[in-house]
């Protein structure tokens, strides 16, 4: 039994460590002596990151491409609440309030 909880207490300390080295490096590089090309990509990182995991959960369905759903209007309103209103928070809830009644009375 102990030998199990020292291989989970290995397991944990290692899985943090490969978390925490990839996102400390880049700190300790300076960004001064980096291309500007490259100062570019990183700035539109997050928005591509985010449009890769988002775009698919929202426009595809049971493995088929759909037009219409419910993610798809309650997305296009979070779009525009937050594009008029620069609130995350206000986009969030209302987004979130949108989704369900359109998920549950629709």
């Known amino acids: 039994m102990e030998e199990k909880q020292g291989l989970i207490f290995i397991t944990i300390l290692l899985?943090?460590?490969?978390?925490?080295?990839p996102?400390?490096?880049?700190?300790?590089i300076s960004s001064s002596y980096w291309p500007g090309w490259l100062k570019d990509i990183?700035?539109?990182l997050p928005?591509?990151?985010?449009?890769?995991?988002?775009?698919p959960a929202i426009f595809i369905k049971e493995q088929r491409f759909i037009f219409f759903?419910?993610?798809i209007v309650a997305s296009i309103v979070c779009l525009l609440i937050?594009?008029?209103?620069?609130?995350?928070?206000?986009?969030?809830i209302c987004g979130t309030i949108l989704y369900i009644i359109l998920n549950n009375f629709l």
């Open 42 to 44: 990183i700035e539109y």
């Open 82 to 92: 937050a594009y008029y209103s620069k609130n995350l928070i206000l986009t969030v």
């Open 47 to 55: 928005v591509a990151i985010v449009g890769a995991i988002t775009i």
């Open 15 to 21: 899985m943090g460590l490969v978390t925490y080295i």
């Open 69 to 71: 759903s419910s993610e």
């Open 23 to 28: 996102r400390t490096i880049p700190m300790l």
